[in-house]
T-cell receptor, first 115, second 115 residues
Framework: DAKTTQPNSMESNEEEPVHLPCNHS???????IHWYRQLPSQGPEYVIHGLTSNVNNRMASLAIAEDRKSSTLILHRATLRDAAVYYC????????????????FGQGTRLTINP | GAGVSQSPSNKVTEKGKDVELRCDPI?????LYWYRQSLGQGLEFLIY????????KSGLPSDRFSAERTGGSVSTLTIQRTQQEDSAVYLC?????????????FGQGTRLTVV
């Protein structure tokens, strides 16, 4: 599996934007970039995913570099409830092949939001 | 229910005993995943089901671990002769397909403590 690199931790203030970086220099042309987050004492939850173009949804935006070797998850206005571990994951898009379906979680970025 | 349901939520067992952990996926979801998360660690993939078959069992740590899925729905993870290092939160997730384009929904997990 292609690997991702994220900072261990980040800190931000409430109601300010947060930019969470992810490096994936060995990404292949068929890898999708997925983001999940895990709130304290809960299972992970899906945030967003994309392939090449920037993506927006109600939770966040995903900005993907032109060479696709990095991406940034953007929380436009952080709240205390956004404090979580954020995982950037590459998922093989080459159809249904064995092992291609699992999500491989790294250590993620622990985001702290200050009131 | 609307989400992935896991039972029990907490389990304390004596070393050497067998335990069964249950996962009820979202109705109609064909893909089901088991992960475990040790204290303060990331998520470790265990096994993936597509329907009732398990095309990827690569994460099962030893032959003491097994899992089955019946009727394309409920799954049971069984740990035989439990050891203290098996203590962790066991998480189950399901998705409508196994492919790259769909999000996985996680349950709240079963916290297993082996004493």
């Amino acid at each position: 599996d292609a690997k991702t690199t994220q900072p261990n931790s980040m800190e931000s203030n409430e109601e300010e934007p947060v930019h969470l970086p992810c490096n994936h220099s060995t990404i292949s042309g068929t890898d999708y970039i997925h983001w999940y987050r895990q709130l304290p004492s809960q299972g992970p939850e899906y945030v967003i995913h994309g392939l090449t173009s920037n993506v927006n949804n109600r939770m966040a935006s995903l900005a993907i570099a032109e060479d696709r070797k990095s991406s940034t998850l953007i929380l436009h206005r952080a709240t205390l409830r956004d404090a979580a571990v954020y995982y950037c994951i590459l998922r093989d898009g080459r159809g249904i092949i064995q092992g291609a379906q699992k999500l491989v979680f790294g250590q993620g970025t622990r985001l702290t939001i200050n009131p | 229910g609307a989400g992935v349901s896991q039972s029990p939520s907490n389990k304390v067992t004596e070393k050497g005993k067998d335990v069964e952990l249950r996962c009820d996926p979202i109705s109609g979801h064909t893909a089901l995943y088991w992960y475990r998360q040790s204290l303060g660690q990331g998520l470790e993939f265990l096994i993936y089901f597509q329907g009732n078959s398990a095309p990827d069992k690569s994460g099962l740590p030893s032959d003491r671990f097994s899992a089955e899925r019946t009727g394309g729905s409920v799954s049971t993870l069984t740990i035989q002769r439990t050891q203290q290092e098996d203590s962790a939160v066991y998480l189950c997730a399901s998705s409508s397909q196994g492919g790259f384009h769909t999000e996985a929904f996680f349950g709240q997990g079963t916290r297993l403590t082996v004493v």
